[in-house]
């Protein structure tokens, strides 16, 4: 009888033990000190902010290294008018298609399709409705990206994603799809 | 079982009956209007409706421009027409619902479809006007069918299971019972020999087994402590609750988003990043409600991940009722899961970007994961395994070609590997 209550108490001992694992909690850690920093890291919560939070947006009208202006306002207008006057400052040499394809593929292939023809993962899925083919939208380099400055319509604005140079390369990418998509649609008619 | 089953089939015929004596009565009261909705019409109307609307409206919520429902009986029909296909023409025209329109829905330029016909247009009205009908239907089948039958289901399973476990016990019981009985009898008939030693006393009276019983114990216990310790400060499978569902099964696995969509930063900077609301907001600005898989076992279901939702507008101050920001927002805080020690240095970019090695090399089957984890140790032995077997990528780097020769000549290789190249040396990581 002693050995069935012995057995017994520790069964129960496993089970308290197994309970103390707790996956949501972190584990012990030896010496904290050595593991947590004195510096500040990113995104620590410090009372210094409202509602703690670190990661703040810079302050209004601070500009960061490397920054150039960019003259069109959000706007119908300003839309228009970067269709129509605005270039890429990226001469043949520095426009690098793998870059703008290993980009395009990241953040706009999920809905405007790989080939550009707005048949991506997320329309095919019915996430996201309406995806135009490049192939049916008048669209330069420069209004590709204004738009990706500041996302039309259901699109956001991917500028916090993709620096000057890559919203640029990403645009002479998406031009290339289009000379391709308009190229097929041609020799369909043909 | 096949009892409620048969209700709810009886339910659903009901309320297709009900639902079609309801039609004919409608049909009957406006036949103008209805008459010629045939089936085919409104499919033709929904796949326009789908290609070329439903980037910015919806049938029945406001998004970017307003909700169709309804937008024939609004506005004339020779209007809609012209509306459709150059809108801006009408405004610049100063037509007074038109600017009115414009003004309402912050200015944003409806495109043009010249390329849609008269019968085009009536077939995307007919499907606007149509939907909340079908709606409605959709709602009360799912009514008497998805969500009762499926819960009733899982409850009888387990109401079940919770019997048959009850019954265990009780037999369990009555088993032990009788065997204490049996036993006891046994004992009372069984009269150990006086003369020889119970088994401890024997046991403590060999020496070799004693010595070698403490040893092995010993060991055992050494073995458990140093396990022990090797554990400490590891947090391989930390799974915290996070302040909201984010489920990176739906996002990198069924939707099949990149990781660097969200965590952009990886590819530029020392650090993943915890994506910004806005990124959310880039998706979740059209996309309102889940409509895709339940789980409904661990309670996953779709007014769960809906709610879930409603979270990031909560957060980043969104109103969906109006689409504007209320500039009303409040902090998400995230919980981190993957933390080296502060004596490590860890860069993303050079690991995801540089050597262009696969998210999932270190952080597992995320796609996978409805709750994240850590799947990596993070240990230093295991940051080492791996500089030890991953050879680099040499091709395109001429101007350390010689370099990288000098020292495939020295370890006598082909491909060098990351410890080859340095990558064992303290300073790399810590400093």
Same mark, same amino acid.
């Given at each position: 009888?002693?050995?069935?209550?012995?057995?017994?108490?520790?069964?129960? &001992?496993?089970?308290?033990?197994?309970?103390?694992?707790?996956? %949501? %909690?972190?584990?012990?850690?030896?010496?904290?000190?050595?593991?947590?920093? #004195?510096?500040?890291?990113?995104?620590?919560?410090?009372?210094?902010?409202?509602?703690?939070?670190?990661?703040?947006?810079?302050?209004? &009208?601070?500009?960061?290294? &490397?920054?150039?202006?960019?003259?069109?306002?959000?706007?119908?207008?300003?839309?228009?008018?970067?269709?129509?006057?605005?270039?890429?400052?990226?001469?043949?040499? $520095?426009?690098?298609?793998?870059?703008?394809?290993?980009?395009?593929?990241?953040?706009?292939?999920?809905?405007? &399709? $790989?080939?550009?023809?707005?048949?991506?993962?997320?329309?095919?899925?019915?996430?996201?409705?309406? #995806?135009?083919?490049?192939?049916?939208?008048?669209?330069?380099?420069?209004?590709?990206?204004?738009?990706?400055?500041?996302? #039309?319509?259901?699109?956001?604005?991917?500028?916090?994603?993709?620096?000057?140079?890559?919203?640029?390369?990403?645009?002479?990418?998406?031009? $290339?799809?289009?000379?391709?998509?308009?190229?097929?649609?041609?020799?369909?008619?043909? | 079982?096949?009892?409620?089953?048969?209700?709810?089939?009886?339910?659903?015929?009901?309320?297709?009956?009900?639902?079609?004596? =309801?039609?004919?009565?409608?049909?009957?009261?406006?036949?103008?209007?209805?008459?010629?909705?045939?089936? @085919?019409?409104?499919?033709?109307?929904?796949?326009?409706?789908?290609?070329?609307? @439903?980037?910015?409206?919806?049938?029945?919520?406001?998004?970017?421009?307003? !909700? =169709?429902?309804?937008?024939?009986?609004?506005?004339?029909?020779?209007?809609?027409?012209?509306?459709?296909?150059?809108?801006?023409?009408?405004?610049?025209?100063?037509?007074?619902? !038109?600017?009115?329109?414009?003004?309402?829905?912050?200015?944003?330029?409806?495109?043009?479809?010249?390329?849609?016909?008269?019968?085009?247009?009536?077939?995307?009205?007919?499907?606007?006007?149509?939907?909340?009908? *079908?709606?409605?239907?959709?709602?009360?089948?799912?009514?008497?069918?998805?969500?009762?039958?499926?819960?009733?289901?899982?409850?009888?399973?387990?109401?079940?299971?919770?019997?048959?476990?009850?019954?265990? /016990?009780?037999?369990?019981?009555?088993?032990?019972?009788?065997?204490?009985?049996?036993?006891?009898?046994?004992?009372?008939?069984?009269?150990?020999?006086?003369?020889?030693?119970?088994?401890?006393?024997?046991?403590?009276?060999?020496?070799?087994?004693?010595?070698?019983?403490?040893?092995?114990?010993?060991?055992?216990?050494?073995?458990? =402590?140093?396990?022990?310790?090797?554990?400490?400060?590891?947090?391989?499978?930390?799974?915290?609750?996070?302040?909201?569902?984010?489920?990176?099964?739906?996002?990198?696995?069924?939707?099949?988003?990149?990781?660097?969509?969200?965590?952009?930063?990886?590819? *530029?900077?020392?650090?993943?990043?915890?994506?910004?609301?806005?990124?959310?907001?880039?998706?979740?600005?059209?996309?309102?409600?889940?409509?895709?898989?339940?789980? =409904? @076992?661990?309670?996953?279901?779709?007014?769960?991940?809906? !709610?879930?939702?409603?979270?990031?507008?909560?957060? *980043?101050?969104?109103?969906?009722?109006?689409?504007?920001?209320? +500039?009303?927002?409040?902090?998400?805080?995230?919980?981190?899961?993957?933390?080296?020690?502060?004596?490590?240095?860890?860069?993303?970019?050079?690991? !995801?970007? /540089?050597?262009?090695?696969?998210?999932?090399?270190?952080?597992?089957? /995320?796609?996978?994961?409805?709750?994240?984890?850590?799947?990596?140790?993070?240990?230093?032995?295991?940051?080492?395994?791996?500089?030890?077997?991953?050879?680099?990528?040499?091709? +395109?780097?001429?101007?350390?070609?010689? *370099?990288?020769?000098?020292?495939?000549?020295?370890?006598?290789?082909?491909?060098?590997?990351?410890?080859?190249?340095?990558?064992?040396?303290?300073?790399?990581?810590?400093?």
């Amino acid at each position: 009888m002693k050995g069935v209550k012995f057995s017994r108490y520790l069964l129960l &001992g496993f089970l308290f033990l197994t309970g103390c694992q707790n996956k %949501k %909690k972190p584990n012990y850690q030896l010496f904290p000190d050595m593991y947590e920093p #004195i510096g500040y890291e990113a995104y620590q919560e410090s009372a210094a902010f409202r509602d703690s939070i670190s990661a703040l947006e810079p302050p209004p &009208g601070s500009i960061h290294r &490397g920054w150039n202006p960019y003259p069109y306002p959000n706007t119908n207008e300003g839309y228009q008018e970067a269709k129509l006057n605005l270039v890429s400052p990226l001469d043949s040499l $520095e426009i690098d298609l793998a870059q703008g394809r290993e980009l395009y593929g990241i953040y706009c292939a999920v809905c405007h &399709g $790989e080939q550009g023809d707005g048949q991506g993962i997320l329309m095919q899925r019915e996430k996201f409705l309406g #995806i135009p083919s490049y192939a049916d939208r008048e669209i330069t380099a420069g209004s590709t990206y204004h738009v990706i400055y500041y996302g #039309i319509n259901a699109m956001g604005s991917h500028a916090g994603q993709l620096n000057e140079n890559e919203r640029w390369q990403v645009s002479a990418y998406v031009t $290339e799809l289009k000379k391709e998509l308009d190229h097929q649609a041609n020799s369909n008619a043909e | 079982m096949n009892y409620t089953k048969e209700v709810s089939e009886d339910e659903i015929k009901f309320s297709i009956v009900f639902l079609k004596s =309801l039609l004919f009565l409608v049909l009957t009261i406006f036949p103008i209007e209805l008459l010629g909705q045939d089936d @085919a019409t409104i499919q033709q109307g929904k796949t326009l409706f789908n290609t070329h609307c @439903a980037a910015c409206h919806k049938v029945n919520r406001k998004a970017i421009g307003p !909700a =169709l429902a309804g937008a024939s009986e609004r506005y004339d029909r020779e209007w809609l027409y012209s509306w459709i296909r150059n809108s801006s023409a009408m405004i610049a025209a100063g037509d007074p619902i !038109a600017v009115a329109l414009f003004e309402e829905y912050n200015q944003s330029v409806m495109t043009g479809f010249p390329q849609l016909s008269d019968q085009d247009i009536d077939n995307i009205l007919a499907y606007t006007d149509y939907v909340p009908e *079908v709606v409605q239907a959709a709602q009360l089948t799912t009514a008497t069918e998805g969500p009762s039958e499926t819960p009733t289901l899982y409850k009888i399973f387990l109401i079940g299971l919770v019997i048959v476990l009850v019954l265990l /016990v009780v037999m369990l019981y009555f088993i032990q019972k009788r065997l204490i009985k049996i036993k006891t009898q046994v004992e009372s008939d069984f009269r150990p020999d006086p003369k020889i030693d119970p088994i401890w006393k024997a046991f403590v009276k060999n020496q070799f087994l004693v010595f070698s019983t403490v040893v092995l114990l010993f060991l055992v216990g050494l073995y458990q =402590l140093y396990g022990y310790m090797m554990q400490i400060g590891i947090d391989k499978g930390y799974q915290p609750i996070q302040p909201i569902h984010f489920s990176h099964k739906i996002h990198s696995g069924d939707n099949q988003i990149d990781c660097k969509y969200c965590h952009a930063s990886a590819r *530029v900077s020392k650090h993943s990043g915890i994506p910004s609301l806005n990124i959310c907001m880039n998706c979740h600005r059209n996309i309102a409600e889940y409509t895709g898989e339940e789980d =409904l @076992a661990a309670g996953y279901d779709q007014e769960f991940y809906t !709610a879930e939702i409603k979270k990031i507008y909560a957060a *980043v101050g969104w109103d969906e009722e109006n689409q504007v920001y209320t +500039g009303q927002t409040q902090p998400v805080r995230w919980v981190r899961i993957h933390n080296l020690p502060d004596f490590v240095y860890f860069n993303h970019a050079q690991h !995801a970007q /540089v050597a262009g090695i696969d998210c999932q090399t270190c952080h597992g089957p /995320v796609e996978e994961m409805e709750v994240l984890y850590q799947y990596a140790p993070l240990t230093m032995g295991w940051c080492i395994d791996c500089h030890r077997e991953t050879s680099v990528d040499l091709l +395109g780097n001429e101007y350390y070609q010689k *370099v990288h020769e000098e020292l495939s000549k020295k370890y006598g290789v082909e491909q060098l590997t990351v410890a080859q190249m340095g990558g064992l040396e303290c300073a790399k990581c810590h400093y």
